[in-house]
C-alpha cells in the first residue's frame, strides 16, 4: 500500500505547530538540537496544557510579514510533498501582533504565503480559550472581513480543561447570528460535557471529539447531528487522553459510523505528516485504502468549499485512491 501516493485531506493543521525545524533555527538563532528540545512535544506529556508549551517559540518568531509569509509558504510545500490535495490551516492571528503588525497584515501575509497554484489551501482564524472576550470579538470580527477571501470559518483552540467551552456560549451565538461557519476544539482534554455545550450550536465539525466515545447519547446525537469529526490520533496519545495509540476509539467511532476524518493537528509539535500517521492507523487498526477513501471523502464532504470544487476532489479520491 503506498500511502505516500494517496490522495489525502487535511483538515485540521495549525499553522504555528508546523513550522520547520531548520526555519525556525535559522530564524531564532538557536541551534536545531535546542529548537528540537523547544518545539516537538514528548511521545507522552502530562496533558495538553503541556503540549501546547511546545508552540511557543514558533510565535516568537511569527511576527513579522516575511517570517509568517515564508512559514505559510513552507507548509504548502510540506503538504505538497505529502500529496495532500486540499487542506485547511488554522492559526490565531491575535498572537502574532506582538511587533506592531496589525491583525489585518497578519490575516493578509499568512493568505499570501498559502497561495499555491497547484494545491488549494483554506484558512481557519482561531479564537484562543485564554483570551478576553474582547480580543475574541476581534478575531470573529476578522473572520467576518476576510470570510470567503481566504478565510472559511472559524475555531476555538486551547486549554480546555481550564477554560471550559461554557464559557463561551454567548461568542458562539454571536457566531451564528453572523453566519458564520465554525469549528471547534471540544471533547479532547475536556469530556462529554464540554460536546454537549458545543451540539447545541449544530457545528458542521469538532475538533477531536474523540471523547464522545465515554457516552453513548453524545454518540448519537453526533451521528443525528451528522457532525464530522476532525481526528489527530497521534496527538491525542501526546496530550495523554489515550494511554497508547491501539486504545484510540478511531476504529470504534469508524465502525459506529461517525464521519470520522484524519489530521495531524501539529507536524513539527507532533512530529509527524498525514503519511506517518496513516501507517501507524493501517499497523494498528490494519484500515484498508478504502477506508482512506471514505474517510477522505467524509473531510471534503465537510470541507467549506463550493459543491462544485467538492465534486472536483471527491473525483480525485475516487480515481486515484484507486490507482
Ligand atoms: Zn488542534
Known sequence: MNLKKLPKVELHLHLDGSVRLKTASELSHKNIVEIKDLMIAKDKCLNLKEYLTKFDLANEIM??????????????????????????????????????????????????????????????????????????????????????KGVVTIDLAGDE?????????????IIQEKNIPFTIHAGEAAGKDSIVEVIKFKPQRIGHGVRCIEDNEVLNSIKENNITLEICPTSNIQTNIFENYSNHPIKKLYDMNILVTI??????????????????????????????KKMNINAINAAFLSDELKEKYRKIINLKTNE
Open 161 to 173: 480543561a481550564k477554560y471550559p467551552t461554557k464559557n463561551f456560549v454567548p461568542l458562539f451565538k
Open 263 to 292: 489530521s495531524v493537528d501539529n507536524m513539527t509539535v507532533s512530529n509527524i505528516n498525514l503519511t506517518q500517521e496513516y501507517e501507524k492507523l493501517v499497523k494498528n487498526f490494519n484500515f484498508t485504502f478504502e477506508d482512506f
Open 63 to 148: 511576527q513579522t510579514k516575511d517570517n509568517l509569509i515564508r512559514i505559510a509558504r513552507e507548509l504548502v510545500e510540506d503538504l505538497k510533498k505529502d500529496n495532500v490535495i486540499y487542506a485547511e490551516v488554522r492559526f490565531a492571528p491575535l498572537l502574532h501582533t506582538k511587533k506592531g503588525l496589525s491583525e489585518e497584515e497578519v490575516v493578509e501575509a499568512v493568505l499570501l504565503g498559502l497561495k499555491d497554484n497547484d494545491l488549494k489551501v483554506n484558512l481557519i482564524l482561531c479564537m484562543m480559550r485564554h483570551f478576553s472576550l474582547k480580543d475574541n470579538l476581534k478575531t470573529i470580527e476578522l473572520t467576518s472581513k476576510y470570510l470567503d
